[in-house]
């Protein structure tokens, strides 16, 4: 079981890269059409969460797979914000839930981390 679980992480993280970095090509080969529009920055945030479900899936505390999503999530939207273009309503407020999010989680790695000693 722990096998395939593992298996199963690195498909999920493949896919999650691709996602993250040719999102119009996993488009196209997943439903026949390019992504275009707001459709690519969700499929990057798509390609974050699987990333981090990977990582959450692999042998050790899912805490760090959690952690992982919300930095780079944090990151990439507030990239989109700075960048300009997309920017709704809810984008900023996203941001600083997400940088909230990841300092209490890693508080949270720091403390199982200590613990451990």
């Not at 970095?21 to 499929?43: C, D, I, K, M, R």
């Not at 959450?56 to 989109?80: D, E, F, I, K, R």
Request: glycine content about 12%; aromatic content about 6%; hydrophobic content about 55%.
């Amino acid at each position: 079981m722990k096998k395939l679980l593992i298996v199963v992480a690195l498909g999920e993280s493949a896919t999650g890269l691709a996602f993250l970095t040719v999102p119009s090509l996993v488009g196209q080969l997943l439903f026949g059409q390019e992504l275009t529009g707001v459709a690519v920055p969700l499929a990057r945030v798509t390609g974050t969460a699987l990333i981090a479900l990977g990582i959450a899936c692999w042998p050790g505390p899912p805490l760090v797979g959690m952690l992982s999503y919300s930095a780079l999530v944090t990151l990439y939207l507030a990239y989109l914000g700075f960048a300009g273009g997309l920017v709704g309503v809810l984008l900023w407020p996203a941001v600083v839930l997400h940088v909230t999010l990841t300092a209490l989680l890693t508080c949270d790695i720091m403390r199982m981390l200590r613990n451990l000693r």
